[in-house]
Each structure stands twice: as C-alpha cells, then as structure tokens.
C-alpha cells in the first residue's frame, strides 16, 4: 500500500530554532506539493517541484523558509530561523501527471508548533 | 487568480440522510477538480477526481458532478453514516495558474447516529 510518509509527525520547537520537515513521496511520483493548513488561512500551497525541480515557490516565504529535493524519494522544507506565526500543519503530497488524471496522495502531516 | 469557496461551511445531519456538499470556482478554465475528505488530526485522503471533460463521477455512496460554466461542483454523499463524520474539501486544479491544485475552506459534516 503506497503513501506518503511525514517525519516528523510532531514537532515543538523554540523561536529562532531551525526545523526541517521530511516527506518521502510515493515511488514514481514526479510531483511534489508542499501545503501549510491553518485554521486561519486553510491549506495554502507553498511550493512544488517537478522531477526535483522547483516549479512554483511564491507560496513560501522566501527569506525564511526553503524547499529541495536533494533525490526522488526526499523532500525537504526548512525553516530559519522559525517563529511563532509559523505554527501550523505541514502537509506534503505527491502526484504523477498522467494520461488526463492528476491527482494528488497527502502524507499525515507534521504539526509543527513554535513558541 | 482562481477562488474556491464552500458552503455550507459546516453541516449536522441524522444518519440515514442523503446530503449534498456545494463547491464553487470563480475562473471556469479548470483542468480538473478533487474532492477530499479529512478527518481531525489526518492527512487528506483523496474521495473523486473529475477531469474538466467529465460531468460526474461515483464512487461507493459517493457522487460528484462537475459544471465548469457555472464554476460549481456538488459533492452527493447517500444514506450518510456517522463514519463519514469528516471535513470534505474541494481542490480546482486550474489551466491559468500553474499547475497546483488551489483549495476551499472545507465544509465540516457531522452525522449524528
């Protein structure tokens, strides 16, 4: 049963602090979907790459947060330094542009909260 | 730039009800448009897809239909259980604007036994 897996599930960090979040898409797919969800704001994207190459970044805040893909199976968004307004769920998905079909597999989450 | 909204953003009903969700879009050029369930504390799980060519799709009790010209989606859930006590989400995936899939707030179901 493939998915998209998260680490960590839980995070509880300090202002200031870097955190770095972790997602493993599903084998073959070339898409990758970085989204924050607040109960303010809702899901809102932040970044996604294609075949490991950033497509669309603007969701992010550029002078804090950063996203890669150093190969097929890790994705990576970090955040330096963090802070408090950055608390939020942290959901990647991962896709395959297919023959008319595109959806989209979230992995569970990481629940980030700064104090 | 591409505005998904829900209504009604939260819903109660009894067991056994048939209950319709509502999903609007305010550019009509979609590529395609996912339903989405999640439940408190979960990821999102994937309900339908319908591509920007098709008018419905089914699943199990689940129906969703697709009318692009008036920027609306309905999602039709039959003889609702409290198992699909969940907040559904719809995400458009829009010709004009990248390739992402832009989201609505969500509409919160609760069906009570």
């Known amino acids: 049963d493939a998915r998209v897996t998260q680490t960590p599930r839980h995070k509880v960090t300090e202002m200031g602090q870097e955190v770095t979040m972790r997602c493993q898409p599903i084998?073959?797919?070339?898409?990758v979907f970085w989204y924050r969800q607040t109960m303010m704001q809702g899901l809102e994207l932040l970044a996604y790459f294609r075949n490991r190459a950033p497509l669309d970044d603007s969701g992010m805040p550029k002078d804090r947060f950063s996203a890669e893909m150093p190969d097929a199976t890790l994705a990576t968004l970090k955040i330096q330094p963090s802070e408090p307004r950055d608390s939020a769920v942290y959901f990647c998905?991962?896709?395959?542009?297919?023959?008319?079909?595109?959806?989209?597999?979230f992995g569970p989450g990481t629940r980030l909260t700064v104090t | 730039k591409q505005e998904v909204t829900q209504i009604p953003a939260a819903l109660s009903v009894p067991e056994g009800e048939n209950l319709v969700l509502n999903c609007s879009f305010t550019d009509s050029a979609i590529y395609n448009l996912q339903w989405f369930r999640q439940d408190p504390g979960k990821g999102l799980t994937s309900l339908l897809l319908?591509?920007?060519?098709?008018r419905e799709q089914t699943s199990g009790r689940l129906n969703a239909s697709l009318d692009k010209s008036s920027g609306r989606s309905t999602l039709y859930i039959a003889a609702s259980q409290p198992g699909d006590s969940a907040t559904y989400l719809c995400?458009?995936?829009?010709?004009?604007?990248?390739?992402?899939?832009?989201f609505g707030p969500g509409t919160r179901l609760s069906v009570l036994p």
């Open positions: 998905a991962s896709g395959t542009p297919g023959q008319g079909t595109y959806e989209q597999y």
């Open positions: 319908i591509q920007s060519s098709q």
């Open positions: 084998l073959g797919h070339n898409t």
């Open positions: 995400a458009v995936r829009s010709d004009n604007y990248g390739q992402n899939f832009v």
